[in-house]
Every structure is written in C-alpha cells, then in structure tokens.
C-alpha cells in the first residue's frame, strides 16, 4: 500500500506534528472529499505501507523527523516541487534557496533516485516567457544535478476555480506551440545535466526531445526501488498514470496560497487550516456519529484519490 502525503495539501510543510502523531499511532481518518459522510480508517502500520510517498514545496519543517519515520520502518520517497515563479504566484511558498538546501539534504539521506524534482505547473506568458524558463531551468538543473534522477512536469490546467477567485494575477493556458518549444528546451538541458525529463499525464512521451511519459507515482519508480504496489490507474487527472495510492490529506489545508492551486478553493483566511488540531485523528475536522467508516489495509481493496 502506497500512502500519499499528499497531492491535497503540503503535509511536510504544514502538518508534519499531525503525520508524526498518526505514524505513532498506526492509522489515520480520511474524509473523503466527494462523499462527505464517507470515512476511511488507513492503516499506517508499517508493515501494511511499502512505501511514504511525499509530495511538498517546502519540505523543511518535516526534517527533523525523519531520523524517527526511517527508525519506523517506512520506505520513504519524496517529490519536491521547485518552480521558477515569484511570490506574485507564490505568495506562501519559502525561499526557493531554502528549498534546494532542504532537497539536497533529504537527497544525500534517502539517494538521488528517491528524491524526484517537480517543476509544475509550467507557466508561459509575457513574464514567465521561454527566455525566462531556458535560464532558471538551466540553473535549477545545475544547482539539483547529482541530487535526483527526474524532474516531473505538466502544463497549467485552467480550473474554474482561478475565475471564481478573481485572482490578481491572471492566469492563461499555453498553447500548443508554446509547449512544444518548452518541450524542445528542456528535454536537452535536463539531459546535459543527468536528469531525465517526464511529462506528467500525458498519453504519451516525446522521446524526440528525451522525454518520458511515466506517472508521478510510477510503476517504474516502484518497480526500480523494490517497492510493492497495485499496477491500477487511477483518476486523479486526465491521463494519470500513477499507481494505485492513498492519499491521507486534506483540500483546503494548504497555506503557501498558489494561486495556480486545484487544492485550495476557498480563501485564505476562511480556511480549514486555521483549525488545525495536530492531535486529531483526521487532518481536519472529526468523525460524525452519522458517519460510514471503512478500513483500509493492503489486505483490503482500496481505491487511489477517494
């Protein structure tokens, strides 16, 4: 069983007291965010979990602690984003030299191939243009190169959400020649650097430009590391090709404020993350007496994204 940590917000960054607490524990309580009075009981035992996937833009809070999650027994991968972006898209997240430093040390502790660098979403408009891009990727890729074997990418999807929030700074798909220059540029430099390039759901990969088309959480990963997994698609977005996993976070918890971000649909200063109890058997909220709760082990079928 492979738990996610998490595509719904940045656990590492906002809630690791909370991740520490239900590792102890042995379990954690997940609402399902389609089905409200839905709850699953997921088994954190180690012996249930082949691996902790996690997923973060600011990994730093969760350092002090890994010494403890190694000690437990849990195989441990991490997806670090790095964007070239500044705090006009990403008002929350930390100094992007601080997140290099915290992704080279989790790297020299965990190996250049459990350490995967996200580079996503890929914005190109006026500002972030393909001059812009060239140069900070190609700087990225220097200051990480020896530190991780893959940076994931994707193209911004425009959700409705960016138009319900009215955000300042507005948002605009890429088209697809934007793309396939992107494409062209990068696949090279990230080759010259000894990182291999991956487009993230997408039918296919572009091996014309050395890229590949493997999911996140990818069979191949897996398959490379020894880590048991379930060769099931999932639906977390068009074109997924991850495998089947359990994500134990929750919306509307995240606090770096992308403006880009699928995850948060309400505003900052309303949301769930302001209540926040690390104690909770549940990242946010509690279990309702009318609640239908559901366990979920590596004995048990499980789903991927609720």
């Not at 990994?59 to 997806?79: A, C, H, R, T, V």
């Not at 050395?210 to 997994?229: N, Q």
Request: charged share 30%.
């Amino acid at each position: 069983m492979i738990i996610c940590a998490s595509r719904r917000t940045d656990i590492p960054a906002f809630h690791s007291e909370w991740l520490m607490n239900r590792l102890r524990a042995g379990y954690a309580m997940v609402r399902n965010p389609v089905r409200d009075d839905v709850v699953y009981k997921v088994d954190l035992d180690p012996k249930s979990v082949g691996c902790l996937y996690f997923i973060s833009k600011g990994p730093k809070p969760i350092l002090p602690y890994l010494e403890e999650i190694e000690g437990m027994g849990y195989s441990i991968i991490f997806q670090i984003t790095i964007t070239p972006y500044g705090k006009e898209i990403e008002p929350g997240v930390p100094d992007k030299a601080s997140v290099a430093d915290a992704f080279r040390e989790i790297s020299e502790r965990f190996g250049s191939d459990r350490t995967m660098w996200r580079y996503d979403p890929v914005i190109i408009d006026e500002r972030y243009n393909m001059r812009y891009h060239e140069r900070k990727f190609r700087l990225l890729c220097s200051e990480l190169s020896g530190y991780t074997d893959r940076c994931i990418f994707s193209f911004l999807d425009m959700y409705p959400k960016f138009e319900e929030l009215k955000s300042a700074r507005p948002l605009t798909s890429s088209s697809p020649l934007q793309r396939e220059d992107f494409m062209r540029m990068m696949g090279p430099i990230s080759k010259e650097f000894g990182i291999q390039a991956s487009l993230c759901c997408s039918s296919r990969g572009y091996p014309e430009y050395g890229i590949d088309g493997r999911g996140c959480i990818g069979r191949e990963t897996m398959m490379s590391l020894g880590i048991p997994f379930e060769d099931v698609p999932g639906n977390v977005r068009d074109g997924c090709r991850c495998v089947k996993n359990i994500d134990i976070g929750a919306y509307d918890t995240c606090m770096h404020n992308c403006v880009y971000c699928y995850a948060n649909r309400i505003a900052p200063d309303k949301r769930a993350s302001k209540k926040y109890d690390p104690e909770s058997e549940m990242l946010y909220g509690k279990v309702r007496e009318t609640d239908t709760v559901t366990e979920l082990t590596d004995r048990r079928s499980r789903i991927t994204d609720f």
